[in-house]
């Protein structure tokens, strides 16, 4: 089994900044990638970023990229997600997600965490 863990999310006004951190834990956690995905009330759940553990490769979605930047610490196990320039359109649960690859659909990721809130206020 592997744990996610995130925090990070909160309130901030639009143009602000926010890093999330995902915490994990558990069996072989080096050998998965993760990603970061958000849901907004009334709409599916959305594919952010995503990084591979060993080689660092990193994927954006288009409506994030220039903005966000996705990136791990080995020795914490850690995987963060940095964002700026802020939107009210970023408001959403985000999630942390572990898988066998990076990929853009929600059904390729075998553990998730439990979201942390992002508000982007106008």
């Known amino acids: 089994q592997v744990q996610l863990v995130e925090s990070g999310g909160g309130l901030v006004q639009a143009g602000g900044s926010l890093r999330l951190s995902c915490a994990a834990s558990g069996r072989a956690f080096r050998s998965f990638a993760c990603a970061w995905f958000r849901q907004a009330p009334g709409k599916e759940r959305e594919f952010v970023a995503g990084i591979r553990w060993t080689a660092g490769a990193t994927h954006y979605a288009d409506s994030v990229k220039g903005r966000f930047t996705i990136s791990r610490d080995n020795a914490k196990n850690t995987v963060y997600l940095e964002m700026n320039t802020l939107q009210p359109a970023d408001t959403a649960i985000y999630y942390c997600?572990?898988?066998?690859?990076?990929?853009?659909?929600?059904?390729?990721?075998?553990?998730w965490g439990q979201g942390t809130q992002v508000t982007v206020s106008s």
């Open positions: 997600a572990a898988g066998p690859t990076v990929a853009t659909r929600s059904t390729g990721y075998e553990y």
